[in-house]
């Protein structure tokens, strides 16, 4: 998308063209209530993260491969601050905080539902040894292929959608080139299944909006809704 010529590099240019693009395509969404004033968007502000790619004068190419890093480097922050927000300093959260962190963004859910949720988690699983956090980013890395992992298991499966664990376990190794436990694979069976199957239909269900979260909009939201959100929210993390 940035790399207009195909040359493996972003220039301050082409980086220039795309904000142009996103802005574009955000004025066009916001509310009729908010007014930006258009003289600032005329003037060309160097932002931090300009500075960062290109330069205080915007002439310092940004390689594909540093733009790919700091890409993947800004996720795994955003990853680590949801880790350390249930894990309070320790290597490993619960079986039980790794399931709160994975529905917490799941509005399709309501708190009766969620309680009902978390009870069959803690009922279902046997041996508790702990989630770390590499098992956690295999898994939010596993969900960006869930688009192929879904053509698959429609090849594969037609009818039916459980999983078994030993499927599981293959699917995140080829997705993700990643090992893991025996431990977290029965614990996302649990969470989305049984404890030896995992029900892809929920699976993609439950994970609809923590794959989209930051695309939804709250600004139509009302005060009450907004509310609503922020108990809902704390119910969830507490």
Request: with cysteine.
């Amino acid at each position: 998308m940035f790399d207009v010529d195909g040359s493996r590099t972003i220039t301050y240019d082409e980086f220039l063209v795309i904000e142009r693009i996103f802005e574009k395509s955000l004025n066009r969404k916001q509310s009729k209530n908010i007014f930006l004033d258009k003289r600032l968007r005329k003037v060309n502000i160097n932002t931090t993260l300009k500075i960062c790619f290109f330069g205080a004068r915007g002439d310092i190419q940004l390689y594909f491969a540093d733009f790919k890093n700091f890409l993947v480097n800004l996720q795994t922050e955003v990853l680590e601050s949801e880790f350390h927000e249930f894990s309070k300093g320790s290597t490993t959260i619960s079986e039980i905080d790794f399931a709160k962190l994975l529905v917490r963004y799941s509005y399709n859910i309501n708190s009766d539902e969620y309680k009902v949720f978390l009870d069959k988690v803690q009922d279902m699983i046997e041996k508790k040894g702990g989630i770390t956090f590499d098992e956690f980013y295999i898994f939010c890395r596993f969900l960006n292929h869930m688009e192929n992992f879904a053509v698959v298991v429609n090849l594969v499966k037609q009818t039916n959608q459980n999983i078994s664990k030993d499927e599981l376990h293959r699917a995140v190794k080829i997705f993700t080139r990643a090992e893991v436990s025996g431990n977290f694979v029965n614990t996302v069976c649990t969470v989305f299944g049984q404890s030896d199957e995992l029900n892809f239909n929920r699976m993609k269900a439950l994970m609809h909006y923590r794959r989209r979260r930051r695309f939804k909009s709250q600004a139509r939201l009302t005060v009450w809704k907004r509310f609503k959100q922020c108990v809902r929210e704390q119910m969830k993390s507490s």
